[in-house]
């Protein structure tokens, strides 16, 4: 059953430029569009873990904002499990590519945030614990986001989005910032989860290596204005290795480039 179901989706900006003989030196439209998105179609089913990969500013991550229902679009639709996103929802959750962490709040009452609802406080404590814990953070709950470190901070997120139970878990850009063994530990962490929770999970990314360990298909977008150039469905055991599995390394140097950079190192 296909779960998630783009159609047509277009999406298009009125330029705006500076007014040089306003007095308030305001912006106004000058009538040029900058079209960002061009008819793109795809289909996802319930479950997969799909990975968006495309040049910077192609529009990848507005694509996945419109999903979530965080952006309009200018045409087209999206659905998701049968119904069409016209606004965030609660079911839908989104790990932004810079933290979103409350300052003011330490690692247990951030990851707790969505579990307000739950009127049994031992319960509610036993779930904060089981999802600090699956992001190995048992020692930190005290502290706040400034007393964490840039990979403790995106794990600090996990856990919190993994807390509500989403359907549809995004993620744009979530290893952005982090050193080399951080961002291969977390990459991991993210997979594991996924493996163990089985929720869909729709992650942008600018890193083609992240991509082909980490989806279960892979989306290939061009420079903007945007379309799809490749999507394959990747039929590769985990953990992956690009030495272990040939035809995964000769997909990968063809992605490479397909986007300009002539060899995958």
């Not at 930190?140 to 403790?152: D, I, R, V």
């Amino acid at each position: 059953m296909e779960y998630i179901v783009i159609k047509n989706l277009r999406k298009e900006y009125m330029e705006r430029r500076k007014h040089s003989r306003s007095i308030e030196n305001c912006y106004v439209n000058c009538g040029d569009v900058n079209l960002v998105l061009d008819n793109i179609s795809l289909k996802f089913k319930e479950g997969e873990l799909v990975c968006i990969v495309g040049p910077s500013g192609c529009g990848k991550s507005t694509m996945l904002r419109i999903v979530a229902g965080f952006e309009k679009s200018t045409s087209g639709t999206v659905l998701i499990n049968n119904k069409e996103v016209t606004k965030p929802c609660s079911d839908h959750i989104f790990v932004f590519q810079h933290s979103a962490l409350l300052p003011w709040m330490n690692v247990w009452d951030n990851v707790g945030l969505g579990l307000r609802n739950i009127r049994d406080k031992e319960h509610k404590h036993e779930k904060i614990r089981e999802y600090i814990e699956i992001v190995e953070l048992e020692g930190f709950e005290q502290n706040y986001p400034y007393q964490l470190s840039g990979g403790m901070k995106r794990r600090a997120e996990l856990a919190r989005a993994l807390a509500v139970s989403p359907d549809v878990l995004f993620m744009d850009e979530p290893f952005t910032g982090l050193d080399f063994l951080v961002h291969k530990k977390l990459r991991e962490e993210v997979v594991n989860m996924h493996e163990y929770f089985g929720k869909t999970i729709l992650v942008v990314t600018h890193d083609i290596d992240d991509a082909l360990i980490m989806g279960d298909r892979i989306v290939i977008m061009s420079r903007s204005p945007s379309y799809v150039k490749l999507e394959q469905k990747l039929d590769f055991p985990r953990p992956r290795d690009f030495k272990k599995y040939p035809e995964l390394d000769e997909l990968r140097q063809e992605i490479y480039l397909m986007l300009g950079v002539p060899h995958a190192v």
